[in-house]
């Protein structure tokens, strides 16, 4: 049992997380004006040129055959900087594609020669990707060709030039936003649950984005706890502030070991493995918001301006809760998966 | 105790709500800009001239000089008959005015009182720096005697609306070496009217340019401004805050029951967020918005206990510390549950001040602005509760 990354793992975040601290960090958004998207540009080549999009594929399907808890440790970086949604949404279209047989599409999104964006269902009739029909929404689809579209029952992946995309405003404002109709005829490649559970896959990977995203948070506020001063002391100085900031870390410890261990059991096809990822995701999420949220109170009056970085996190981190299927179905499929005290043995209530 | 309005309170009442009916617009308010400035300015102006600006005002100002309780009538009517927000002359009319009328000399309540009830003037706080927020008494801007004049160097941010107002209430520090409380002088700026004066507008997150960074370069202002004596400001300012944390969100405090119908009745029209039945069936939903209705009745029993208590000794109680720190949170915690009823469609920012999306964002400032949720408990916990201070 070792629940800590490998050395080599330690390599290869540091290369990926300087690589976004240099090319992708999250203070590129403070240089957007109103209306400026955050549309895949040069890095999509060079992400795909660094092997991002092929982690923990096959290497027999155009990947580098490592592991799920590669692409971890990659979305925890990607989350961290709150970086573009083209990069999961290219390591999840990639592996559809490839595992659908579709070897030239497979390429050419490894290589970065096209952009996937990632739909969700949503709406009073949302989408399913068995009966390819109902409501979606997509983000990132300006600039994209592509959209995923993953649920419990398998995955999609849709050629965008063949929905009615209709703009909406997304919350996070740097994100482009479009709600359609799944229509059966933009479906270009499609993986049944029972060849691969792109779910877990996918709730996962956002669970990872989360988790870098809640220690991002807490990061941010301790450093401007220790460097802010009001009544000539720090503010982290003050128990409201650092024992705030305490809480930040506890989050972050239990929505990284709990993603790491269901991740592991996953990987390891373990019985309670449902169980534990639906217990990380219910975590990540909450931890991602609550930090948000907690850093915003930390910083004050220049928490609530746009150009400050501070938003973005908070924003983020609704826009991912969504993508991992939202925290209440985790919440229902916890309770409805044996398995909480299965390791532990039974368990006598008043005992 | 007794929950009975007189008569004369009912009579009061009925007029109001009449009023109402057939005075509020239909127009909905624009949620920013000057076409907001002028909308606010003309509500303003259309209260007034119907004889229901300043309700609890004295007469000599322009107001009606009746109860306090009365003015809550007025409120509870106003949320009801969802009249607009009152916007950009929040502060002159809440804040500044019953300042005015507690520290101003005649002169000044006699010039300022009468336009800020015609919707005339609108007010913005020039108290926060970059480096003085919570601690406000930290603040640098300066200024010197020179001949009638105070000149009058540095900056002010997070100054809401300054691009819209006539005029700012502001704290300068006026003798660098007294201690810091002391040091302070309160004093008028007449916006628009004076040379010096760099405003420029700062973006909220959640979309609106809010509020301002000011800056002020050998900014001349006449001492007839000064509000109190010269480096007296600090008294001032606290002798008021009753007001600002008592009595002046009771509108919104009230409105706040509005927010949560809003969201009871988006329960019943839409599923729970992967769910099959309507979010008001599901168990979660049900009870948290049980809770916040629970919460919304509480914060209406506490208006009316701070109404009673300033019906009695004349001010409002040290109860308003918690009754903002309380607002703040409520209004968190309802747009909260509004997020996660939305499911998925929270992507969607929704216009500004609809829906839920925007003003879940835009209630994250309910903690911060007018002190934040820190410093409200601070004050409490010592200045109530007795506690030891810190620092
Ligand atoms: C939307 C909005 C509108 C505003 N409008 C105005 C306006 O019109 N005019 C104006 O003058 N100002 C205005 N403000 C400014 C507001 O009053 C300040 O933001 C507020 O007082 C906090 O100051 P700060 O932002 O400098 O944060 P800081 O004081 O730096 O606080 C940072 C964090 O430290 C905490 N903290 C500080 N001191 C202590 C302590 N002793 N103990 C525990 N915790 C502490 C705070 O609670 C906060 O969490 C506005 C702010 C907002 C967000």
């Known amino acids: 049992m070792d629940l800590l990354p490998s050395p080599t793992q330690i390599d290869t975040i540091d290369a990926i997380a300087s690589y976004l601290r240099e090319k992708l ?47 971890m440790l990659m979305m925890r970086e990607v989350g961290r900087h ?9 390591v999840l279209g990639a592996r559809i594609a490839a595992l659908a047989g579709k070897q ?11 952009s996937v964006a990632i739909a969700t269902a949503s709406g009073e009739r949302p989408a399913s990707t068995t009966t390819r029909s109902g409501r979606i ?35 996070e404002r740097q994100l482009s936003l479009h709600h359609a109709e799944l229509a059966d005829g933009s479906v270009v490649a499609a993986v049944p649950v029972a060849k691969d559970n792109l779910f877990v896959r996918q709730t996962i990977l956002m669970a990872a984005m989360q988790a870098g995203n809640c220690e991002a948070t807490r990061d941010m506020a301790v450093e401007y706890a220790k460097v802010r001063e009001q009544f000539g002391r720090p503010i982290g100085s003050f128990q409201a502030i650092s024992h705030m900031c305490v809480d930040m870390a506890l989050r972050c410890e239990q929505a990284w070991t709990q993603l790491s261990y269901a991740c592991l059991a996953f990987e390891e096809g373990a019985p309670d493995a449902a169980f534990q990822v639906a217990a990380a995701a219910v975590l990540a999420n909450r931890s991602a918001i609550d930090n948000a949220r907690a850093n915003l109170q930390v910083h004050g009056g220049i928490g609530m301006t746009q150009a ?4 973005y996190f908070l924003k983020r981190s609704h826009v991912v809760e969504t993508l991992t299927g939202g925290s209440f179905m985790h919440l229902d499929a916890i309770m409805e998966t044996a398995g909480a005290t299965q390791n532990a043995g039974p368990m006598v209530v008043g005992a | 105790m007794d929950l009975t309005f007189t008569t004369e309170e009912k009579n009061f009442r009925d007029q109001v709500a009449t009023w109402l009916r057939e005075n509020v617009t239909k127009e909905e308010r624009p949620p920013e800009g000057i076409e907001a400035a002028d909308f606010d300015r003309a509500w303003q102006k259309k209260q007034f001239d119907g004889g229901w600006a300043g309700i609890a005002w004295p007469k000599e100002y322009g107001g009606r000089g009746l109860s306090p309780l009365q003015q809550l009538i007025w409120h509870e009517e106003y949320v009801k008959a969802r009249a607009p927000y009152i916007g950009m002359c929040f502060l002159a009319v809440n804040q500044v005015g019953p300042k005015l009328m507690l520290e101003a000399n005649a002169e000044q309540r006699a010039f300022h009182l009468p336009s800020i009830l015609r919707g005339e003037s609108l007010w913005c706080q020039g108290y926060s720096e970059p480096g003085a927020g919570s601690d406000l008494a930290g603040l640098r801007t300066k200024a010197v005697v020179e001949g009638d004049e105070l000149v009058i160097n540095g900056q002010k941010v997070w100054t809401s609306y300054a691009q819209y107002c006539d005029y700012q209430e502001m704290l300068v520090r006026t003798d660098p070496s007294a201690p810091k409380h002391k040091g302070i002088t309160f004093v008028i700026v007449d916006l628009k009217n004076t040379k010096g004066i760099d405003i420029r507008p700062l973006e909220l997150m959640s979309g609106g340019k809010h509020f301002s960074e000011v800056f002020y370069d050998d900014v001349r202002v006449p ?17 008021s805050l009753a007001f600002e944390r008592g009595t002046a969100f009771m509108a919104e405090q009230i409105d706040m029951a509005n927010k949560v119908e809003g969201l009871i009745q988006y329960a019943k029209e839409h599923p729970a967020p992967g769910g099959r039945k309507n979010a008001i069936e599901d168990d979660e939903f049900r009870r948290r918005l049980a809770i916040l209705r629970a919460e919304v009745a509480a914060m209406r029993a506490m208006s ?24 703040g949170q409520l209004t968190q915690s309802i747009w909260r549950t509004g997020m996660d009823l939305l499911g998925p469609e929270r992507l969607e920012l929704s216009p ?36 030891p201070k810190t620092r």
């Open chain 1, 308 to 311: 400050h970085d501070v938003n």
């Open chain 2, 304 to 327: 009316l206990a701070s109404v009673s208590r300033i019906q009695r000794e004349g001010k409002p109680g040290p109860e308003g510390s918690l009754t903002r720190l309380f607002f």
């Open chain 2, 352 to 387: 500004m001040a609809q829906g839920i999306t925007h003003p879940y964002l835009r209630t994250f400032c309910n903690t911060i602005s007018g002190g934040s949720a820190q410093i409200q408990r601070e004050v409490y916990a010592t200045r109530v509760l007795g506690m």
């Open chain 1, 137 to 171: 929404h997509v983000i990132g689809a300006e600039r994209a060709q592509y959209a995923v579209l993953v649920d419990v029952e398998g995955a999609l992946l849709l050629d965008l030039s063949r929905l009615r995309l209709q703009p909406a405003p997304c919350i």
């Open chain 1, 82 to 90: 709150v970086a573009p949604l083209w990069i999961p949404g290219g």
């Open chain 2, 223 to 239: 001492l007839a401004n000064v509000v109190g004596s010269l480096n007296d400001g600090w008294k001032v300012t606290v002798a």
């Open chain 1, 104 to 114: 030239e599409l497979a390429a050419a999104l490894l290589e970065g020669r096209a």
């Open chain 1, 25 to 71: 960090p999250v203070a590129r958004y403070q240089a957007f004006s109103y209306d400026t998207l955050d549309t895949p540009g040069g890095a999509l080549k060079e992400v795909a040129a660094l092997g991002w999009f092929g982690f923990a594929l096959d290497e027999a399907l155009g990947g580098s055959g490592g592991a799920l808890t590669d692409e």
